[in-house]
């Protein structure tokens, strides 16, 4: 069995930071790409960033420049670093990883609701 745990979400003020964690643990041998995704009420769950075994980042428009996406392999954990956040960044941030080998299946954290006050 595999779990994704996120953590560091919470209430901020515009232009504040938060740091989000999402730790994968349980029966894991191998994970490929991690990333967090976000979903705002009445809208569809998004991408935000994504970041593969070997370090290669991918960041989503909206958010480039002011989040960054990095991993500790070592641990199974997977970070986001959110600057400069606006009100429209309020959304329930989700962790997923691809775990497994050789075929790989996608895990789902369980959100974690970031709000970020005008």
């Known amino acids: 069995q595999v779990q994704l745990v996120e953590s560091g979400g919470g209430l901020v003020q515009a232009g504040g930071s938060l740091r989000l964690s999402c730790v994968a643990s349980g029966s894991i041998f191998r994970i490929d790409t991690m990333g967090w995704y976000r979903q705002a009420p009445g809208n569809q769950r998004e991408l935000v960033a994504t970041i593969t075994s070997g370090g290669s980042t991918n960041v989503e428009d909206s958010v480039k420049g002011r989040f960054t996406i990095s991993r500790d392999n070592a641990k199974n954990t997977v970070y986001l670093q959110m600057n400069s956040l606006k009100p429209e960044d309020t959304a329930v941030y989700y962790c997923?990883?691809?775990?497994?080998?050789?075929?790989?299946?996608?895990?789902w954290g369980q959100g974690t609701q970031v709000t970020v006050s005008s």
């Open positions: 997923k990883s691809a775990i497994g080998f050789p075929l790989f299946r996608d895990y």
